[in-house]
């Protein structure tokens, strides 16, 4: 009997209209090195079992109408997610909405999922923030096209590589510092190979200088390890050929108060 699925849901102050998942590896039909609840279908996974988990999903949250699935390329391009939206798959690496029912989504395995809810402007988001869309400026462009009042934004950190596991050359490290020079804190030095320096990474901590530069504060979330937990997660440090989480938000009408 297939396992039934589970989801991580966000530790952040939102009202109940707005959903927000992260999907886990456990359950699904998926096999082999994408085994569970694999929700990718440029991976190498079979197009039928990645089609029957991206149903058992639908029917498991519930979801009003398909989400807006994207073709990630660790871009910086953000697109606003509507009724009129067009169904076929967008290169982008965040979607945003104001819409009721819209169903922004990104995969990843390492990389960073960003979420986003403005409580004024009833507007919702999610990024995949890859290290080369985060020093590009994913989450400003993301921030950018949502609001000119970043201040207010509730933003949740999920599951990415842990600042233990996250080791990267000197050229990843110099990609921040040339953009922020008090980026180095987020770095901690672990071994030189011949002539390249090594490095441990905070995706985490990078990810929240550029929040807060942007005037954001209001964040949580961070204490998660993907590489480190293989029961949970898929993780391509880890294991290179493997599956994706989907991380989804979206808002529903508003509860009226009695």
């Known amino acids: 009997m297939q396992d039934e699925v589970e989801f991580i ?29 694999n929700l990718a279908s440029h991976v190498g996974d079979i197009s039928s079992d990645v089609m029957g988990n991206r149903s058992l999903l639908g029917e498991s949250l519930c979801l009003a109408g398909k989400p807006h699935w994207l073709n990630q390329i660790h871009s910086t391009r953000v697109i606003e997610l509507s009724s009129q939206t067009n169904e076929d798959i967008i290169d982008a690496d965040a979607a945003w909405t104001e819409e009721k029912n819209q169903t922004c989504v990104v995969l990843t395995a390492d990389c960073l999922p960003v979420f986003f809810y403005h409580p004024d402007e009833q507007k919702v988001a999610v990024t995949h923030a890859g290290w080369r869309g985060l020093v590009d400026g994913i989450i400003e462009k993301t921030i950018q096209q949502m609001t000119t009042r970043p201040e207010q934004l509730v933003v949740w950190l999920g599951p990415a590589i842990g600042p233990c596991q996250f080791e990267v050359g000197e050229e990843v490290m110099s990609a921040f510092c040339n953009k922020d020079a008090e980026a180095k804190q987020c770095f901690e030095f672990t071994r030189q190979a011949i ?48 599956g994706r989480m989907a991380n989804l938000i979206w808002m529903t009408e508003a509860e009226l108060r009695s």
């Open 9 to 37: 849901t966000p530790d952040w102050k939102v009202p109940r209209h707005v959903h927000a998942y992260v999907s886990l590896r456990k359950g699904g039909v998926s096999q082999g090195c994408y085994q569970g609840f």
């Open 195 to 242: 002539s390249q320096q090594h490095f441990l990474a905070d995706i985490y901590q990078l990810a929240k200088r550029r929040l807060y530069t942007s005037g954001v504060t209001n964040i949580s979330g961070g204490d998660f390890c993907t590489v480190s937990d293989p029961e949970r997660f898929f993780s391509y440090r880890r294991d290179g050929q493997t």
